[in-house]
Nanobody, 114 residues
Framework: QVQVVESGGGLVQPGGSLRLSCAASGSSFSSYVMEWYRQPPGKQRELVAR???????IYADSVKGRFTISRDNAKNTVYLQMNSLKPEDTAVYYC????????WGQGTQVTVSS
């Protein structure tokens, strides 16, 4: 069983920045594929960014150039640096870990509003 815990959400003004963190348990963290998803109010959950075990990354078109996913295997943690935030980035952000199975965190709220 892999435990996944997100942190770092909050309220930020348009144009501002936030960094989300996601800690995952287990001694094989460096082998996990880690992802960030988000679910805006009333909408379906969507993939935001993915980082593979080798560090390869992919991003949703809507966040390219603004968001950066990274990982620190020594800390069993993946980050999502979010810059130039827009109101449409408002959502609950979820972290997932792929290791045999798919494990989800509980989510963290990000609200972009003036």
């Amino acid at each position: 069983q892999v435990q996944v815990v997100e942190s770092g959400g909050g309220l930020v003004q348009p144009g501002g920045s936030l960094r989300l963190s996601c800690a995952a348990s287990g001694s094989s963290f460096s082998s996990y594929v880690m992802e960030w998803y988000r679910q805006p109010p009333g909408k379906q959950r969507e993939l935001v960014a993915r980082i593979g075990s080798s560090g390869t990354t992919i991003y949703a078109d809507s966040v390219k150039g603004r968001f950066t996913i990274s990982r620190d295997n020594a800390k069993n943690t993946v980050y999502l640096q979010m810059n130039s935030l827009k109101p449409e980035d408002t959502a609950v952000y979820y972290c997932s870990a792929h290791f045999g199975k798919l494990y989800w965190g509980q989510g963290t709220q990000v609200t972009v509003s003036s």
